[in-house]
């Protein structure tokens, strides 16, 4: 395993660590699911990310998840942790956000 997947997956370990935390924590019954779901997406990341050793196994998850990270923020400190590590964790994979002016939402074409 390279040293930038190892950053990758030790990112999206602090990213589930802080949905769990988040989930826990929440006072607000709506964001229940929202977390149930972001985690089990966080969980299929890591798998494909271990099986296959490249982000373009996860970039469709990531521009979906991009998506609802920005529509529907999550409420709090533990909100704001969650962000901060879904920031941290999309930085390490180098994944180009959508291009929202177009509304793409494949994201950017790669040639």
């Known amino acids: 395993m390279s040293l930038a997947m190892e950053d990758i997956l030790k990112k999206l370990t602090g990213y589930t660590l802080a949905l769990r935390d988040a989930l826990e924590r929440t006072n607000e019954a709506n964001e229940r699911p929202k977390l149930t779901r972001l985690l089990a997406a966080a969980a299929e990341m890591y798998a494909l990310l271990y099986m296959h050793q490249t982000t373009d196994a996860i970039a469709h998850i990531v521009t979906v998840e991009n998506r609802i990270h920005g529509w529907s923020p999550l409420s709090g400190d533990t909100g704001e942790k969650v962000a901060k590590k879904w920031a941290e964790f999309i930085d390490a994979t180098g994944i180009e ?15």
């Not at 956000?97 to 040639?111: A, I, V, Y």
């Open 97 to 111: 956000p959508p291009d929202r002016s177009t509304n793409n939402l494949e994201g950017p074409r790669r040639s």
